[in-house]
Structures are given as C-alpha cells and as structure tokens.
C-alpha cells in the first residue's frame, strides 16, 4: 500500500481507532496483522518471505542467548547462520539477475553462462532485512537481551510506518516503544497530522512534479542542453531528497499517532559543510547501520589513513550496492567513497587553511555549503542515470554549459509549465527554510501548540497539496523513489 | 477565549475555509461548458418555467434540434437538455434535474441510447457539469465507470492543475453563466457527403440492455407521473437501425409507442451531400430542415399548450441567430 493513495488514508484512521479501542493485550497482534495486511496489499506473497526472515532472526537471536551467560563459538555460529541466510534471501532476489547479467557480460556470453531468472523485487526486502540484522547483531554484541515475544519482535520488523522504506531502526528504540501501554493524547495528534502533510507537501507539490523534468532529461539526455540538464541534476537531488524524507516524515507521523517515536532520517542535509557532514545529516539510519555494523567492525578511523580509506570505501561500495543491483548505483557508491578519501587525504591541508582563514565565517561556510552540494548533486546524476555513458554526457553537457551557452534557458521546455516551475521552486525555498530551523522538532511543537498556527500551517499545506500537487486521473501515480530499493 | 473554545472556533473556522476552498476549485477550475451538450450552468440561467417542450439525449439531439427554429416557426420555446453519449440513465437523471427549474409540457426522448454501453467514456463531461444533489450522485452511480467516480465526487481531483492554464479573469467569474444562445443546440457548420446504410446489428451481450430498459421505464413513469407527454423518438441517420432493433425499443415503450424519423427522411428533405456532419449528426443544414420538419409536425399541437412567461428578448435573438449562426462552427 502506498501512502500516497486512498487506501492508506482509509487504512490509517480505521488502523488507529480500532487499535485505541482494543484492549492494550491485543493491541500488538493487531498491529501487526494491519502490519502485515498493508504489506500484501503489494504482493501475498512476499509476506512469507518477510516472515520467514523474522522467524530465522528471531530464532537465532533465541538460540544465541543473552551474551552474559557466555558460549562465544556457539552465539557466533547462530549470527553467522543468521547473517547467511538473511543475507542469501536479498542476494537471491535483489542481485542474483544483476550477478548472472554482469557475469555473462563479462564472459561475452549472449547465450548460455549464468541464466536469467524472473524475480520480482519484494518491496522493502532490503530495508526489513537490516533491521532485522542489526537485531541479530545487538543481541551477539550484548547490547541487547533477545526479544522472548515472537509478536512483539514481529512488530518490531514489520511496523507499517517504516516497513517499506526506513528509516531502518534500532531494536533498541523500538522494541522497548512497541511494550508501552500507550493512550491517544489529542494534543499530540496536530504534530502527528503536520508532520504528515508536510510529508505529503514534498512529495506530491516538489517531488512528483519534478519528476516531470527529470524522467524527461534522464531518458534522453541528448535530446537537452547542458544547461537544461544541469537544471534536470538540480531537481533529480531536491527531487530524491523531498521523496525520501517525505516518506519519512510520513512514516514518523504515522507511528506517532501510535505513541511510537522513530528516528529522523534526514537532518538539512543540503546545508552540509563537507561530504562528511553531509553523511550525518543523509539517510541517517542507513549511513549509521553502516557505520556499527560495517565500518566499526573494520577498524572505523582508529587505523591508519590508508585502512580508514580503505574502509570508508567498503563501506560506500556496499551502500550504493544496497540501493539497487545496477553499476550506476555502485559507481554513485564509490564516488562518495572517494569524496570521502580525498577528504581523509585533505584533512591536513584544511587545518592548516582554517588557521588562515576563521571556519565559521558566513562566506566560508556558504563556500563550503555550495561545493558540498555540487559534488552530491554530480553523484545524483550518476545515481539517476540509466547508464554510465549517460551520466559521464550529462555531467560533461552541464559542466561545459556556461562555455556551450545557457540560454536559452527554455525550462518550460522540460515537462513542466513556467508557472508549475515557479510555484516548485517557491516551496523549495520554504523546504530549505525549514530544513534551516535550528530545531524542526521545536518549532512544529510551538506551532501545533498554539492554536492558530496549526491549522494555519495544515490550511496551507492541504491547499499546497490539493492545488499544486502532482495527482488526479491523468496523472501517473509516482511511487516512492526508495520503494525500489 | 478560552483555549476549548478557541480550538473549536479554529476548527469549525479551519473546515469551512476547507470546504469553502474545494467548493471554489470544484466550481472554478472546471473549464467552462457551453458547447457539446451538458451546459448546465447555461441552463440555469434559463427563466424559471419558461420551456415548453424539452429534448432529452445524447448527441444526436444537440445536433440535430435547433430550438431558435423552432421557436422562429411556432412561437414555442424548447430547450435540448442533452450530452455527448449520454445514457439512459444519465438521461433519466437529466429529465428529473432539469424538471427543477422547468416543467415542460412535452418531452422528446432520442432513445438509440438504449443500445449504450452502461459508463460512458464522456461520463465526467455529462455528469460532471450536473448541478450537485441527488440526481448528480444518482448519475455518478448509474453511468460513470468505478474508476472515475471520485474524479466525480470530488472534482479537484481532475480539474485541480488546470490553474496553469486559466487567465486571471477566470479565477473570478466563470465564463458560461449567460443563458445559451442557442438553448442547447451545438452548431456544426461542416458539411461531409455520407452514403446510405444501415447501423451493424446490435449484440445485446455487449451492452447493458436490461439496466437501460430499466431506465427507459423510469424515464415513462417519471412522464407519467408529472403529467408530461413524452414522445420517444429515433433522430435522422445515414445509418439507421434495423427493424429488429426498433421491435426491441418498441417492446419497451408499450403505448408510449416509438417515432423513428428515419421513416421521414425524404419529407425532412435531408440531402446525404449538404445536411450530414457524419454519418449520426446532423450540420446545421440538417438540422434546420429537421427542425423544420419537427415545427410542421408539432407545431399545431403546441398552440394548444399554456402560455408560458419567458424572455421575449432572448426568443428573438435565438430565433435571429439561426439567420447568422455566427461563431462557435466546427
């Protein structure tokens, strides 16, 4: 089920009422049966898989036991198990067609080597599989006692809010949220309702209509100039970011209203000051499983600078590949990878520039804020684009633009009308305005708080979403960018 | 204030600029209708009790009626209360809309809609534009297909991008609230030399046969009861039915009877050179001798319908524009 739909908007206020009417001992069968229903609205079949991924965590986190109570070898085998099977299930469906493609590729086999299979990628595998394994992993760490409740622990995995598309939780926030008794506070569902129409708002107001301009260019690159294309970069990384977070914000809304509080997944990410910083602000949950469970475990950067490098690459490699079996996503991965190396590399020289030049000045740190967000712009492209020869000619055209020549600029040429443009970009301006706020969570608080404002704020956001949002019958239905992966 | 009396303002103050908002993109964004049937707005514009005689159906009536003549030969006023392929049910909801506003004293029913599908692909032009109340949700449920419903229900749905493309006057008033000049008929000035044949037999399976039998009686009954003498008819064609698909309407219509103008096509004087605009419609040509025709064969009985108050000025100028039809050709 999508969240932008009708069924979701049923499904949500009849899933909470029925779930505040239960009584509080039925309450966590019913939320994962609705859990589970909204997940085969996609496809019946793909919750066996995801079941069956939750019975072998949570047997082999069983099976390991609490770590005081010892047996190294034995708890180690039960995660390895765990680890293998887990991750074979999202090798097989998510990679093996790329593996047998790239293989015969290599082989210059058309015929014959590793052969194609039909697999449809279950929606969500990869983000319920590191969940569930970040689990696994707590529990052999120690830092978790195993989870006795199956329903609970099934919950856990499968809360509707964050099953699709993340954020990837911590057993550790959820598990414990997921026991409480909770009641339904009516002053905290105007936060709850702001917070998921301001999902809503960056999804269907910024990111499906620019969405229009990007599937145009990414399509047939040559067809544009380079200005047009610099243009389609631009909105392909306003339009991921509002995609993504928007899901987020949805995700935290919905599970609010539930008493459930799931982490933020996206901290201003285009007001970072290095690729560094911006890998703390983007997909936050995904960039911090890596971290604890990747990069630590390697040695993190308690190692010499040329391990750390090494290190960081691994890490980048794995999360392009955890975002899709293609190589564009694999070479988006080892770009940041190598942004981040030349930043390990750099880090001497830059002290010794800040000793020169104050760090925090507003012209350095706009300087520092505007490369940062080109050099993630140009890996967006290689992100989006089709193929690599696509993203090298975009980049190339787009680069070369101010020599090639910008205008005409011809923008209403690209799928969406001038005012269309103008009404985008005037949100995106607030988006970033927001995203500035020292503290989001403060100020959506203070307005749903205050009596006017909140539905002040709600009025301009359905209106934003009922006028200027991208949806109605002869509008596609844009999925969820991250659904994919 | 205190503050439970201040949320309770802020959300009755927050739904009524809420339901203020969809009412205004519902009526506003919609483009404006005043031509190819369904021009509701128009019709309401229409004096109250002024019509009649109305005619009822799909295209082949707002091509083929043109009431400016028919008041210019008889005196009488007429309105086409018509949309493209409109269905019998979407016709039964239409009669009892426009008995709103109006009581006719006779109306003229084109029944070849009986051989519809039961959704109309033009379902949110001919239930689109109907006024909102229960003969609109009647026809949203009898004739638009279940994916196009909500579009209906709640029409921001589908018009809502259109304020990319609407000039600044259009956000303020909308642009068919004046009585139609020509009171539902669509002129079509194109002439196309046609052949004579007859229509391909109708297969019963593929259509929704019963449901618009069923709508068919409703529409009888509903005459019945309001007193209105109705006469069902088959307008002019190249393309004819065949007898046995007129014994299955005329099986319906029982004493009601059926009148196929098709048997008069050589008194109407239609020339398949000059008064076709393809093989169903008739052009203007067309229409002005079948209306002719309608006024010779009607007109007597009409005189002795009551008097009616209704704008003698807007019947003059009806009755002169079919002397210069002007604008609006296709």
Redesign the interface.
Same mark, same amino acid.
């Given at each position: 089920m999508n969240f932008n739909s009708l069924e979701y908007m049923l499904f949500l206020p009849v899933t909470l009422a029925l779930y505040y009417a239960l009584p509080g001992r039925v309450r966590n069968p019913f939320l994962l049966a609705a859990s589970y229903f909204f997940y085969m609205w996609w496809e019946p079949a793909y919750a066996l898989l995801m079941l069956f991924s939750t019975a072998v965590t949570y047997g082999c986190a069983l099976a390991m036991g609490p770590a005081r109570e010892g047996g190294a070898h034995r708890r180690r085998a039960w995660l390895v198990l765990c680890l293998a099977v887990n991750l074979a299930i999202l090798f097989f469906f998510k990679y093996y067609n790329f593996l047998a493609s790239s293989v015969n590729s290599l082989l210059g086999r058309s015929s014959g080597g590793l052969p194609a299979l039909d697999i449809l990628l279950p929606v969500g595998i990869s983000f319920y599989t590191f969940q569930a394994l970040g689990y696994t992993v707590d529990v052999y760490r120690g830092e978790l006692e195993p989870e006795r409740s199956f329903i609970d622990y099934a919950l856990f995995v499968s809360f509707f809010p964050q099953l699709v598309a993340g954020p990837i939780e911590r057993a550790g926030n959820i598990l414990p949220q997921l026991k409480k008794r909770h009641r339904l506070e009516i002053r905290d569902l105007p936060g709850s309702v702001l917070l998921i129409l301001i999902g809503f708002c960056k999804k269907m107001v910024i990111a499906d209509n620019l969405a229009v301009v990007v599937n145009g260019a990414f399509a047939d690159p040559s067809a544009y100039t380079g200005a047009q294309l610099a243009f389609a970069a631009l909105s392909f990384t306003f339009q991921i970011y509002c995609d993504f977070s928007a899901y987020t914000d949805i995700a935290r809304g919905s599970a609010r209203l539930f008493g459930v509080s799931i982490m933020e997944n996206f901290r201003a990410p285009f007001f970072a000051e290095s690729i560094r910083d911006f890998w703390r602000r983007w997909h936050i949950s995904l960039s911090g499983w890596f971290r604890s469970y990747v990069y630590i475990p390697l040695g993190g950067s308690r190692v010499g600078k040329g391990r750390r490098i090494f290190n960081l690459m691994v890490v980048f490699l794995l999360s392009g590949l955890w975002h899709g079996a293609a190589w564009t996503f694999v070479l988006w991965g080892a770009v940041h990878g190598l942004y981040q190396a030349v930043g390990v590399l750099l880090d001497p020289v830059r002290e010794k520039l800040y000793k020169a030049v104050p760090k925090n000045a507003p012209l350095v740190r706009a300087v520092r804020i505007l490369f940062t967000f080109t050099l993630v712009c140009a890996a967006f492209v290689v992100f989006r684009a089709e193929s690599i020869a696509d993203a090298v000619y975009i980049l190339k055209s787009a680069a070369l633009a101010p020599f090639t020549g910008l205008f005409p600029l011809a923008l209403g040429a690209m799928g969406l009308t001038r005012r269309m443009l103008v009404v985008v970009a005037l949100h995106v301006v607030l988006l970033l305005a927001y995203d500035g706020l020292r503290d989001k969570e403060a100020f959506l608080g203070r307005v749903s708080s205050t009596v006017w404002q909140k539905y002040a704020l709600g009025l301009f956001l359905i209106f934003s979403i009922l006028i200027f949002g991208s949806y109605g019958e002869e509008v596609p239905r844009q999925v969820f960018v991250y659904f994919q992966f | 204030m205190k503050?439970k009396t201040? *949320?309770i303002v802020? !959300?009755l !103050?927050?739904l009524a600029? !809420?339901a203020g %908002?969809?009412w205004y993109?519902s009526r506003m964004f919609m483009p404006d209708r005043t031509f190819y049937g369904a021009g509701w707005s128009m019709y309401r514009e229409e004096k109250r009790d002024s019509v009649d005689v109305m005619f009822v159906g799909s295209s082949f009536v707002y091509c083929d009626v043109i009431p400016g003549k028919l008041y210019a030969d008889t005196g009488r006023t007429s309105y086409v209360v018509s949309a493209p392929v409109c269905t019998v049910a979407t016709s039964y909801y239409y009669i009892r809309e426009a008995l709103r506003t109006q009581s006719p004293e006779q109306i003229f029913l084109e029944v070849s809609s009986i051989f519809f599908d039961e959704y109309s692909q033009y379902a949110d032009v001919a239930v689109g534009y109907m006024p909102w109340g229960v003969n609109r949700l009647g026809a949203i449920f009898a004739s638009a297909a279940p994916e196009?419903r909500? %579009?209906l229900l709640f029409p921001?749905?589908?018009y809502? +991008?259109r304020? +990319? *493309?609407m000039e600044l006057p259009a956000f303020f008033k909308r642009g068919d609230e004046t009585p139609d000049p020509w009171a539902g008929y669509m002129y079509l000035k194109e002439a196309k030399p046609m052949e004579r044949g007859q229509a391909e037999p109708v297969e019963l399976e593929s259509i929704s046969f019963e449901k618009n039998c069923r709508y068919l009686q409703k529409i009888v009954e509903l005459c019945k009861d309001r007193s209105i003498s109705l006469v069902c008819f088959m307008s002019p064609s190249c393309r004819p039915y065949g007898e046995a698909e007129l014994e299955l309407i005329r099986e319906q219509l029982g004493d009601a009877g059926l009148r196929d103008f098709n048997e008069d096509a050589e008194e109407i004087g239609l020339d398949l050179t000059t008064d076709f605009y393809d093989e169903r419609h008739l052009n203007f040509s067309g229409a002005m001798k079948f209306s002719a025709f309608l006024a010779e064969e009607y007109g007597e009985s009409w005189q002795s319908l009551p008097r009616r108050d209704f704008d003698g000025e807007l019947w003059s100028a009806r009755a002169d524009k079919i002397l210069d039809p002007d604008e609006g050709d296709v």
């Open positions: - | 503050r201040k *949320e802020a !959300l !103050l927050s600029i !809420l %908002g969809c993109i196009s909500f %579009g921001p749905y589908s809502h +991008q304020w +990319q *493309e």
